[in-house]
Structure formats: structure tokens, C-alpha cells
């Protein structure tokens, strides 16, 4: 989370019924250009047990930090092609953005995610806005009410929120960012709530290695989120499925994600 003040706010909107195989990865270039960025990328740690992801898996899937209606008690997430759509008029953050959904794609095996130049077709639709102009933009999104507390309860600096259907696949997301509070500021929302608004959107304070958490700060896609984020949209974590229902098929699953992370990451035996 950003050191300035508390950025995250998650919502999760109920309604009634209304892959991609890269090669070898390494970390973004840009993303060592920032000293901040660059200096966690040096520190990070990388190997975790089998428990220790898990741990984090379970605790972001499930739950909500803050949902507005419906169960939040079954795996959500995306059914089909995900594609993002920048709304807002500085270039650069939308070519810094383009960049950061690259590099998702790229880590994230069964997950199809692009940019589109086209709204009509984006399920993912990212506002840019000044800072100056985030609670005006969160009223135009939920509500003059819901805006309010929103604000009084998370005083959030970026946001991000989904709707899903029935089957709790996710059918829509809104994410929210701010472009004028410096670089750093601007991948650690960026990564945290794309990531989060394609499923995994409870923060958890008891696992310090996820971006998840509202005490540590990224800026870039971490190795612990990889693997949550892997496990996540592995097809046989389906949208739906109990706490029950993942124990059951997550130790297979999560030999092949083990497999799929060491190889994008070129991580040591």
C-alpha cells in the first residue's frame, strides 16, 4: 500500500443473472527505473512452503475488505477474454498502464487479459483522474450515499470494484486511479487494484508478503501474488467454488502453479 495514506478500498457489487502461454519472463524494464520499485525488487523474498501460499490464497479469494451485497463466501473471478479499457487523457499513464497488463498477462498462465481501444468492448474499464477529482468520480460511480462511506470508512487514494453474476463470475470491473501523486503511488494502485478487481479483493494484515496487505507497498507483480493470482485462474479453481470445494483439488493445482512460477521468474531449485 502507498505510504501516504491508505489507498485500497474494494467493492463488490451483486446482481441477479442480469489462455495465454508466454515463455520465459524477466521483471519489466521500467520497472527498475524507479529507485523505490528497484530497491523492493532487490529485498524481495521469493521462496515460500507450500502453507505459506496457501495461507495467502485463501485468505484474499474469500471475504471482501468492504463489499456493498451478496455472498462473499465463493471464489470470483473472470469466465472469459479480459479486456482493459484507459479512460482519461494523460498518454503516459495509459502507456504505463499498458505496460503493467502486459506484465500481468505475461505472469499469469490461464489468464487472457489486453488493452482495448474500444470501451464498447472492455469488461475492465480504468478511470484516470486527478487526485483533486477522486470523490467527485467515486459519487459518479456508487452514489452520492454509498460515496460517503466509502469515504469516512476506507479514505481510499484509488479504488476498485467488480460485479458478478449468480455463478459469481465476474462480468465488470471499475478501477479508479489517481495520476498525480508520483510514479510510485501509481504502480502500487495500479497493480494492487487490477489485480484485485479480477478476483482476489480481501486484504488480509497477517500475511506480510502480498500487496494485499495494508501495511506493504510493491509498486510491481511480486512473486507471492503470482502465486495467487496463478492459482486463482488455474480452470480448475472454477467461480463458485467453497473453501471445501478448493482443499480438494489445491494441492495438485498448486504443484502445477509451483512449476509455471519458477519457470517465469527463472527462480532457483
Given at each position: ?125 480504468v478511470k484516470l483522474v486527478r487526485d483533486r477529482d477522486l470523490y467527485r468520480t467515486i459519487t459518479t ?7 460517503k462511506e466509502i469515504r469516512s470508512s476506507l479514505d481510499p487514494q484509488c479504488l476498485s470494484g467488480f ?107
Amino acid at each position: 500500500m502507498c505510504t501516504l495514506r491508505r489507498i485500497l478500498a474494494v467493492l463488490v457489487l451483486a446482481i441477479a443473472p442480469a489462455a495465454i502461454m508466454p515463455g520465459l519472463v524477466a521483471p519489466p524494464a521500467w520497472s527498475g527505473e524507479n529507485p523505490s520499485i528497484a530497491a523492493r525488487q532487490r529485498n524481495e523474498k521469493k521462496a515460500f512452503t507450500d502453507s505459506e501460499i496457501i495461507e495467502g490464497f485463501m485468505k484474499t479469494a474469500f471475504g471482501a475488505e468492504y463489499h456493498l451485497a451478496g455472498r462473499v463466501d465463493r471464489i470470483r473471478k473472470y469466465d472469459s477474454p479480459i479486456r482493459v479499457f484507459a479512460d482519461g487523457t494523460r498518454a503516459d499513464r495509459k502507456a504505463q498502464l499498458g505496460k503493467i497488463v502486459g506484465d500481468i498477462a505475461a505472469k499469469v498462465q490461464h489468464l487472457d487479459i489486453a488493452m482495448t481501444e474500444s470501451s464498447e468492448i472492455a469488461n475492465v474499464r480504468v478511470k484516470l483522474v486527478r487526485d483533486r477529482d477522486l470523490y467527485r468520480t467515486i459519487t459518479t460511480f456508487y452514489g452520492s450515499e454509498r460515496a460517503k462511506e466509502i469515504r469516512s470508512s476506507l479514505d481510499p487514494q484509488c479504488l476498485s470494484g467488480f460485479r458478478k453474476n449468480d455463478n459469481f463470475e465476474i462480468e465488470h470491473s471499475d478501477v479508479i486511479l489517481t495520476v498525480d501523486n508520483g510514479d510510485f503511488v501509481f504502480f502500487d494502485c495500479a497493480y494492487e487494484e487490477l489485480l484485485q478487481s479480477l478476483g482476489p479483493i480481501n486484504d488480509t494484515s497477517s500475511v506480510p508478503w502480498t500487496m494485499f496487505n495494508d501495511n506493504v507497498s510493491m509498486g510491481y507483480f511480486d512473486v507471492y501474488d503470482q502465486y495467487i493470482l496463478n492459482l486463482l485462474y488455474d480452470p480448475r479453481i472454477k467461480a463458485g467454488m467453497t473453501v471445501q470445494d478448493v482443499k480438494a483439488v489445491l494441492p495438485d493445482v498448486l504443484a502445477d502453479v509451483r512449476a509455471w512460477v519458477k519457470k517465469v521468474n527463472n527462480l532457483p531449485e
